[in-house]
């Protein structure tokens, strides 16, 4: 089965005056659909600019991009934001909703930037909603929701479209511990229902829900293992 | 994205910073709106002018004037008759292209019929003065070519002498009144013009006249058969460079060689008209437009704030699938609205504003007149500065570097 996405020898370098960082130096990863992975690291380990690679948020330095078996490694930014409208959901830690938009018009906010009208995409929103259980607050605003709910409504947002790929920076990071487990169970819900999910965290114990833990440190992937 | 719902986002946006928003649209609002009053008032003043030429004869008039001799016929000067009744009859039967020949004789009197009196002028004419003043009778009829050759003591009266000296609802026609203590039968009234410009009526001269045959008046009141004035009006435009030369010959012959006149048109009129129009058109156009461009700069300032402001919504925007494009789109749709509205309210508030002033001014002959053009031309730039003064900020907007937008606190 061909991986959703490929990475070989993946290098990133950054400038900093008269530095060179390399944030990312010489990654190789395999992602298969229904992945349930936790990229684990400390700051600084490059595990942020792994993510922003695997969303399409940024292009390698060096090395080959895979992306359902199509060489994507040095793609124009139209492409990549095609890909990601299509293709990737987000999830960030601080949810990233739109304050003066309901949660139906968040929710339905990726599909504003499709190239073609898509007459299924109320109903899918509708279907996300129901998903991550907050079809009763469609029509809040989020600032009358708590922080869970909140990022209940960014993950189905992140479901509207129905991505390849979903991608959560540190979702819980900003949750209490009792929330935190419940969103996690919903990425485990969502997993078990065949998405595949990359969750970036530096959480031991959020990482350890994940069926597939992969460590970076020094812009190296030093562990991956699954359970 | 499709425009309408960047248009959309953009109201959105606008209304959830209603305060903030209004603000900057002000001087968009004051720009339009003051130059849809500053043209109001200019074309009030010019509908008012460019009418009272065309009622007073229009571009196709040529007057005929007395003039000094030149230096070298000066020791002629006791023998110049100066502009005569025959002199019209000549150019009527020698020159092409002509539409009408006015001479008239006029001198200052009083008419009097049922005890009252009017003072006004009373002027001696054929029937070419009332083609070249644009006048037509209500009722009976003008003054004929046969009134002329038989020195008739008839008269047509202007509707202001009539409200003078007879009472409401009587029949003028037929009856006898005294001019400077003359007999002469009413056989014609008048048309009333009204040109109303609020309670000012700027037609109003061409309703104070009394008119008898011009032959009538050298004979009874007159020692001297000088005319007072002398107009021609030509066919059409393009012939008055002709006609001048043709009245011109004419006259040197029936003044037998005497150069005791001057021949002057209205294109020289028409030319400062349209010129001193222009000027006044443009510098109230062009006061709209700076105003304009201060709002213009406003609307840069406040969508640029508005960008940095909302850097992580753009940067979330650009993460779940929106271009660079679709960014500057959205910036741009929104600055242009925020500029229309301006704009569209300064249209709403000029129109008001001119009603108003139309009713505070009604008596005075500056009042304001509603121009479209203005308003057209205010609308319209409002949506050009907004587009402009959104170009900026939504290039910044559309560069933002997705990863560095989310990080943005």
Redesign the interface.
């Given at each position: 089965m061909i991986p959703v996405l490929e990475m070989r020898q993946v290098k990133k370098y950054y400038r900093m005056g008269d530095e060179t960082v390399h944030a990312l130096d010489g990654v190789d990863l395999a992602v298969a659909e229904g992945d349930f992975i936790a990229i684990v690291g400390p700051s600084g380990s490059g595990k942020s600019t792994l993510m922003?690679l695997l969303?399409f948020?940024?292009q390698p330095t060096e090395g080959t991009l895979h992306f359902e078996g199509k060489e994507v490694s040095q793609i124009s930014?139209?492409e990549r934001?095609?890909i990601?409208?299509?293709k990737i959901g987000?999830v960030?830690q601080s949810f990233?909703l739109?304050p003066?938009?309901t949660v139906q018009q968040n929710v339905l906010?990726?599909h504003?930037?499709?190239k073609k009208r898509d007459p299924g995409a109320a109903e899918r929103a509708e279907k996300a909603l129901a998903t991550v259980g907050m079809s009763d607050r469609a029509l809040h605003r989020p600032g009358q929701l708590s922080g869970g709910q909140r990022q209940r409504v960014a993950i189905a947002?992140a479901l509207t479209?129905n991505p390849s790929l979903i991608l959560a920076d540190e979702p819980t990071g900003n949750l209490d511990s009792s929330t935190a487990h419940s969103i996690l169970d919903l990425f485990t819900e969502l997993n078990q229902q065949g998405r595949t999910i990359i969750l970036v965290t530096h959480d031991a114990q959020v990482a350890g829900r994940m069926r597939r833990q992969i460590h970076v440190a020094d812009g190296k992937i030093i562990r991956d293992q699954t359970r | 994205?499709n425009l309408f719902?960047s248009i959309w986002?953009g109201l959105?946006?606008i209304w959830?910073h209603k305060l903030r928003s209004l603000l900057s649209l002000l001087s968009v609002f004051l720009g339009v709106a003051s130059l849809v009053v500053i043209v109001g008032f200019i074309s009030g003043l010019f509908v008012k002018w460019e009418r009272s030429i065309y009622e007073s004869g229009g571009i196709e008039k040529i007057t005929i004037e007395d003039d000094y001799l030149p230096k070298q016929q000066s020791h002629l000067k006791s023998l110049s008759n100066g502009r005569t009744f025959e002199d019209a009859q000549a150019i009527r039967k020698l020159c092409h292209h002509i539409e009408a020949v006015s001479p008239e004789i006029g001198l200052d009197g009083t008419v009097i019929a049922n005890a009252k009196p009017f003072q006004g002028r009373i002027q001696g004419v054929t029937p070419g003065t009332f083609i070249t003043s644009r006048m037509e009778v209500i009722r009976g009829r003008l003054i004929t070519d046969k009134d002329i050759k038989q020195h008739k003591s008839v008269v047509v009266l202007g509707s202001n002498v009539v409200k003078a000296i007879f009472p409401p609802n009587s029949d003028p026609l037929g009856k006898t009144i005294s001019i400077n203590g003359d007999p002469f039968t009413v056989v014609g009234l008048l048309k009333n013009y009204v040109q109303m410009n609020g309670d000012f009526n700027i037609l109003d001269w061409k309703n104070k006249f009394t008119y008898i045959p011009i032959s009538t008046m050298e004979d009874r009141f007159r020692s001297s058969r000088k005319l007072t004035w002398f107009d021609i009006q030509v066919e059409n435009i393009a012939s008055i460079d002709q006609t001048v030369q043709e009245v011109s010959n004419v006259l040197i012959h029936t003044h037998r060689g005497l150069k005791d006149f001057r021949i002057e048109t209205r294109v020289d009129d028409i030319a400062l008209f349209n010129k001193t129009k222009a000027g006044f058109d443009s510098t109230g156009i062009a006061i709209g437009l700076v105003t304009l461009l201060i709002g213009g700069v406003g609307i840069t300032n406040l969508m640029l704030a508005s960008v940095s402001e909302r850097m992580?919504?753009i940067?979330?925007?650009?993460?779940?699938?929106?271009?660079?494009?679709?960014i500057f789109i959205q910036i741009l749709a929104e600055a242009t609205c925020l500029s229309a509205i301006g704009g569209a309210m300064g249209v709403g508030f000029g129109i008001i504003a001119i009603q108003v002033l139309q009713l505070a001014l009604v008596k005075s002959e500056y009042s304001p007149i509603l121009s479209m053009s203005a308003c057209a031309i205010g609308f319209v730039f409002s949506l050009i500065f907004g587009v402009v003064a959104g170009v900026y900020p939504a290039i910044q907007a559309s560069r933002l570097n997705?990863?560095d937008a989310?990080r943005y606190e």
């Open positions: 922003h969303g948020l940024d930014s139209n934001a095609k990601r409208s299509e987000f960030f990233n739109l003066r938009l906010l990726p504003y930037y499709h947002r479209n | 994205m719902i986002h959105r946006q959830t992580r919504e940067g979330l925007c650009k993460a779940i699938g929106a271009t660079d494009s679709d997705p990863i989310l």
